[in-house]
């Protein structure tokens, strides 16, 4: 009897220990729909590209990465969906993952990691903080930029 109890007492403890993740996606056929949609022209030059900016600010049920003040990604949690602006093209995002301090933000071809957030505190709805780096990977070539800052505004 007594094994049986420290069996269960150590299952709870690590079960106890599991991390929060929050999974965001998008429904399969609008994400296809919008990647055939979307016209995406190879960069000159292959090694590197270009992330342009958009005019999306945050708001409730989105997630928003800004770069000087500029906003570089748009993530709508509501609707599962997002874009970045990659070599001029609007580049659909399909998937936002989240846990504690980490967001990993995908599409076709396009893989986004922000790792080791630094979190203010939680004012209104909002949550927001700043990432030491973000890396992009898009066509298999990765650009990495600095002092990213995020606002999260979930809509729960």
Same mark, same amino acid.
């Given at each position: 009897?007594?094994?049986?109890?420290?069996? =269960?007492?150590?299952?709870?403890?690590?079960?106890s220990c599991?991390?929060?993740? #929050?999974? +965001?996606?998008?429904?399969?056929q609008?994400?296809?729909?919008a990647?055939?949609?979307? #016209?995406?022209?190879?960069p000159?030059?292959?090694?590197?590209?270009?992330?342009?900016?958009?005019?999306?600010?945050?708001?409730?049920?989105?997630? +928003?990465? #800004?770069?000087?003040?500029?906003?570089?990604?748009?993530?709508?949690?509501?609707?599962?969906?997002?874009?970045?602006?990659?070599?001029?093209?609007? +580049?659909?995002?399909?998937?936002?993952?989240?846990?504690?301090? /980490? =967001?990993?933000?995908?599409?076709?071809?396009?893989?986004?990691?922000?790792?080791?957030?630094?979190?203010?505190?939680? #004012?209104g709805?909002?949550?927001?903080?700043?990432?030491?780096?973000?890396?992009?990977? =898009?066509?298999? /070539?990765? +650009?990495?930029?600095? /002092?990213?800052?995020?606002?999260?505004?979930?809509? =729960?």
């Open positions: 009897m007594k094994k049986t109890f420290w069996i =269960y007492l150590l299952f709870f403890a690590v079960l599991k991390k929060e993740n #929050t999974t +965001v996606a998008g429904n399969a609008d994400s296809l729909a990647q055939d949609s979307a #016209t995406m022209s190879s000159q030059n292959p090694e590197a590209f270009g992330i342009g900016t958009s005019e999306e600010k945050p708001s409730q049920g989105k997630t +928003v990465f #800004t770069e000087n003040g500029n906003t570089i990604l748009s993530f709508d949690t509501n609707a599962g969906e997002g874009f970045m602006i990659i070599n001029d093209e609007k +580049v659909p995002l399909t998937k936002l993952d989240f846990t504690e301090n /980490h =967001y990993k933000i995908t599409g076709k071809d396009i893989s986004i990691a922000a790792d080791n957030g630094d979190f203010d505190d939680t #004012t709805d909002c949550m927001s903080g700043t990432f030491p780096e973000i890396k992009i990977t =898009y066509k298999g /070539h990765t +650009v990495s930029l600095a /002092h990213i800052r995020v606002q999260d505004c979930p809509s =729960y």
